[in-house]
């Protein structure tokens, strides 16, 4: 199971650091500073779900996948931008079915921090659509999922 999840996490690794070049500017509230890393999604309604999301300066990749089972079922990726407060995600990829008809569309989030950027809560729509309101704890690096 351990492979499995490294193998997950190596690939969110790679296809996140995947793309353009362009070095995105960072802004005064340090809001890009903040959210770079790996992220796990903190959801007690799905027990039996975790969602991985990886954050560089220029791109984003999250994944959920089933615990027993460690099979992925959907993600999505794209580049990201990083403007005061909000968080944009331009929606360019799918992994599998499970984000499809998102694809070609913008997340825009806003987002706050606790306990020393480490919690990191994101409210916002997909495409004006869809609602969404996540609380993520920030993954120290070397740390096991």
Known sequence: MKTRITLIFLSI????SCGSSKVAKKDSSDLQGK????????DPSYP????????NET???WVTY??????????????????GNTYTENI???VLD?????????AVYDVRFEKEDKI???????????FIMEKWEKIESGKHI
């Open 98 to 106: 499970g984000m499809k008809e998102y694809i070609g569309t913008k």
């Open 35 to 42: 959210m770079i890393g790996t992220w796990k999604c903190v």
């Open 59 to 61: 791109h984003f990749i």
């Open 13 to 16: 690794l790679f296809l996140g």
């Open 66 to 83: 089933h615990i027993a089972t460690d099979i992925v079922g959907r993600g999505a990726g794209g580049t990201c931008s990083f403007e």
């Open 120 to 130: 990191m809560y994101i409210m916002g729509k997909i495409d004006n659509d869809w």
């Open 92 to 94: 360019e990829y799918s």
């Open 48 to 55: 039996y779900l975790t969602q991985i999301k990886q954050i």
